[in-house]
């Protein structure tokens, strides 16, 4: 596709119930990142791939969060018995393997936790 | 500390005002750095990439000290529409260079 997809746009869910969401990324783009964003506060990072190396999962909060991407396909961050507190904006962003290029982000997927 | 480090503001300013935005960084080997600009309820976009020697894009000007691990925006003849949140990006060295985004500063141009 023309730039990054995520699905779904928005989510609402129950206090405990599993998600999964889905970020499509620029054909191409060896790089792929997660971050979360609550209502009013800066972007924080999830998780990023790279390739087929090891992810970094070093943002991800707590176990109930996961992610996996196939090689540089299709991403899903799985949020596991979800909080309240998980309630926020899930972006996703890819960007190529030179240098200096710029990240492109998905519009987005505004999760409610009820 | 954050690995990148920006003044949340918010900064009012009316319209016509110069506006300066600074960012620090705390990884001495990053090698990429870029302003990106949120409007409220998007996803952030680039407004534009850092070179060592500065640049510049009609009204933005952006500066890198790699000395100090600074950066900055500076906005002139600020418009109404550039009311946003800019943030400040930082690219590790190594490899395919993972993104860190600093927080952001927030804008507010006022007639």
């Known amino acids: 596709g023309a730039g990054v997809s995520q699905s779904p746009s928005n989510k609402v869910t129950e206090k405990g119930k599993d998600v999964e969401l889905r970020c499509d990324p620029i054909?191409?783009?060896?790089?792929l990142y997660w971050y979360r964003q609550r209502l009013g506060q800066g972007l924080e990072f999830l998780i990023y791939?790279?390739?087929?190396?090891?992810?970094?999962k070093s943002g991800l909060p707590s176990d109930r969060f996961s992610a996996e991407r196939t090689g540089e396909s299709v991403s899903t961050l799985t949020i596991q018995r979800t909080q309240q507190e998980d309630s926020a904006v899930y972006l996703c962003?890819?960007?190529?393997?030179?240098?200096?290029?710029?990240?492109?982000f998905g519009q987005g997927t505004r999760l409610t936790v009820v | 500390r954050k690995e990148v480090e920006q003044d949340p503001g918010p900064f009012n300013v009316p319209e016509g005002a110069t506006v300066a935005f600074n960012c620090t960084y705390s990884?001495?080997?990053?090698?990429?750095f870029f302003w990106y600009r949120q409007d409220c309820r998007k996803e952030p976009k680039l407004l534009m990439s850092?070179?060592?020697s500065g640049n510049e894009d009609g009204r933005f000007t952006a500066q890198l000290n790699r000395a100090s691990q600074y950066i900055s925006l500076l906005i002139r003849d600020s418009k109404l529409s550039d009311s946003a949140t800019y943030l400040c990006?930082?690219?590790?060295?190594?490899?395919?260079?993972?993104?860190?985004f600093g927080a952001g500063t927030r804008l507010a141009v006022h007639p």
């Open positions: 962003a890819s960007r190529g393997g030179v240098r200096n290029t710029e990240a492109f």
């Open positions: 054909s191409g783009h060896t790089a």
């Open positions: 791939f790279q390739g087929n190396s090891a992810p970094d």
């Open positions: 990884n001495s080997a990053s090698q990429s």
């Open positions: 850092v070179y060592s």
């Open positions: 990006v930082v690219a590790r060295s190594g490899g395919y260079n993972k993104l860190i």
